[in-house]
């Protein structure tokens, strides 16, 4: 499926982008949507729920992640929960035991991503496609063993009444809307880290990794440091998202390391378009706010969401932004 | 005469089960062209990538200045200077030209600069922007050759570079292989054009059945049609 949307980014224009975005690697229409984001992001919590977007953002940055390795490494991770969950968890407790202020607790959320990263990392990358995809599985669910026995994760209930504390120890983030500017400025932290990149030299060796490993190894890069190197980001960013999601919530539990959070975010990955820059913030809006507002269907929501994945897969295999890219003859 | 840039001798190879090289031998000094010519199945192909490193299995002796690279991985080949270009050429499709160019990492000093690549091949430069996809053959070919100029490797295995290749297309890549050659790269060729390989290479090696079973010189090239004939079947 990777194949799938590159084909058509490679025939999209190359324009070049807005004075200043640019520099970002975005082209235009890329800094058009992204200006867009922009203004929703500022807009947001005026029209809408601030806590509904900012688990919205925590899904976005996410999913974004997820798809750092998937859409341009070509790397399919079912066991992307086991960072975002733990994340959650040491965010948490960071947070709650320790005392530490939230900008350290979700530092440190992202640090346990890292060196979780880099263990799965190094043993997941010696293998391919679905074997890939099984040995993140297998250790995702080590993880979540660990998680439901360990006593500081505090088993089926979680961390609970986790502090949401004060920004630096100065400003408290007790407000709704206090919290939702940090967690729109790590979303955007994130969210511009990883476009930036995709678009640096780096990215564009994992680009060749995807499109064709045997030769980036004959032109003399040693792939699997890059892999490696990719999917420690990758990790990092997704134990960002899940500090975050446990400070807005004051919560940790068992449900973000749960292997069906790593379905939950292939399929936003999918729904909104595989290695494109705003499909996954895209994918993430749509799943959540199903989540949300669909609440009332119960269980039926899963139900709908299966239809829906059914229906990309089979009619909009480029997902949202890779067919609104499509129509739009652009790339997002 | 000097030491040969490489050496290979005795070299065995397999994919899987079946065992493609028997035993090939074949030396390249600086400098020159040679070319492995041969029929379909040969192990023309085979030789080039168990050389690079790609051949799951392979055996005997691959001696590049004097280094011992039969079991090294295909990275370290690469940056040890030998660089293939492939048959299939390998563009990255997502990348605009430009960007394949910078992509393969510099081993050693000595490669071309950017805009030397681009004075050797003014009609990638029109396609400076261009992604790869978008390159007809012949270009996609120039843009394969080109970005294993800049990496400073000395030896460059060109597997098949006129393939499917309008006449015109070709000369210009014979032009190209002498200019580059002028500088002071090595190149081994695999070709199943002998006129074609008559007109840029140095020496030939011949091979059948995973093995080389003649070698002419280019200047001998005349004496030797009829042998070659019946190698080639042509």
Redesign the interface.
């Known amino acids: 499926m990777a194949g799938q949307a590159?084909?058509f980014?490679?025939?999209a224009q190359?324009s070049p982008g807005l004075p200043g975005l640019a520099a970002l690697g975005f082209n235009r229409a890329q800094s058009i949507a992204f200006l867009l984001l922009l203004g929703l992001l500022l807009v947001g919590p005026f029209v809408l729920y601030p806590v509904f977007l900012m688990k919205l953002l925590c899904f976005a940055l996410f999913a974004c992640a997820f798809n750092l390795l998937i859409g341009y490494v070509g790397l399919l991770s079912f066991g992307h929960a086991m960072f975002f969950g733990m994340g959650g968890y040491v965010t948490a407790h960071a947070a709650k035991v320790w005392g530490l202020t939230p900008e350290l607790a979700i530092l440190a959320g992202g640090a346990v991503g890292a060196v979780l990263g880099v263990v799965a990392g190094w043993i997941a990358i010696r293998r391919q496609g679905i074997y890939f995809a099984m040995i993140t599985l297998a250790l995702a669910q080590m993880i979540f063993f660990v998680c439901l026995q360990a006593p500081f994760t505090g088993g089926e209930d979680g961390i609970q009444s986790v502090p949401r504390g004060a920004l630096l120890g100065v400003f408290s983030l007790a407000q709704d809307m206090s919290l939702y500017w940090v967690v729109a400025a790590v979303f955007l932290a994130g969210f511009l880290l990883i476009n930036r990149i995709i678009h640096s030299?780096f990215g564009?060796?994992l680009?060749?990794i995807r499109?064709?490993e045997?030769?980036a190894?004959?032109?003399?890069?040693?792939?699997d440091d890059y892999k490696l190197m990719a999917f420690t980001l990758s990790a990092t960013l997704a134990g960002i998202a899940g500090g975050t999601k446990a400070l807005v919530f004051g919560i940790a539990t068992l449900t973000d390391v749960y292997w069906a959070m790593s379905g939950e975010v292939v399929l936003m990955t999918l729904v909104g378009g595989l290695g494109t820059v705003f499909g996954p913030v895209l994918g993430a809006a749509v799943i959540v706010s199903m989540q949300n507002y669909l609440a009332e269907f119960g269980a039926w929501v899963t139900v709908i969401q299966g239809c829906i994945f059914v229906a990309c897969v089979l009619a909009f295999r480029a997902g949202i932004a890779g067919q609104l890219g499509r129509w739009l003859r652009v790339r997002l | 005469m000097a030491d040969p840039l490489l050496k290979v001798d005795g070299l065995q190879a397999w994919y899987g089960e079946s065992h493609i090289l028997h035993g090939v031998g074949i030396e390249v000094h600086e400098g020159e062209v040679v070319t492995l010519l041969g029929r379909n199945g040969a192990g023309k192909t085979t030789t080039l990538r168990a050389i690079?490193?790609?051949v799951g299995r392979r055996s005997g002796s691959i001696r590049f200045e004097g280094q011992e690279l039969v079991a090294a991985?295909?990275?370290r080949?690469?940056?040890a200077g030998i660089?293939?270009c492939?048959e299939e050429r390998?563009i990255?499709?997502?990348?605009?030209v430009t960007?394949n160019l910078?992509?393969?990492?510099v081993?050693r000093p000595g490669g071309l600069s950017l805009d030397e690549i681009y004075a050797l091949f003014p009609n990638l430069k029109e396609r400076a922007?261009?992604?790869?996809?978008?390159l007809s053959g012949g270009e996609q070919q120039m843009l394969a050759i080109a970005?294993?100029l800049r990496?400073g490797a000395k030896l460059l295995m060109l597997d098949e570079p006129t393939e499917g290749l309008a006449p015109v297309i070709v000369q210009q890549i014979g032009r190209t292989i002498r200019e580059i050659k002028q500088r002071g790269f090595t190149i081994l060729l695999v070709e199943q054009n002998f006129r074609f390989a008559q007109t840029v290479a140095d020496r030939h090696y011949v091979m059948e059945h995973g093995r080389v079973v003649d070698a002419v010189n280019n200047a001998e090239m005349a004496g030797a049609m009829g042998r070659l004939h019946e190698y080639l079947g042509v």
């Not at chain 2, 910078?102 to 990492?105: A, E, K, R, S």
């Not at chain 2, 922007?129 to 978008?134: D, K, N």
Request: hydrophobic residues 35%; aromatic residues 4%.
């Open positions: 590159t084909a980014t490679a025939t190359q030299p564009q060796v680009t060749a499109e064709n045997p030769r190894i004959s032109l003399g890069y040693r792939v | 690079m490193g790609l991985r295909s990275d080949i690469a940056r660089a293939l492939p390998g990255f499709a997502s990348l605009d960007e910078l992509l393969p990492p081993v922007r261009s992604p790869g996809t978008r970005r294993i990496t």
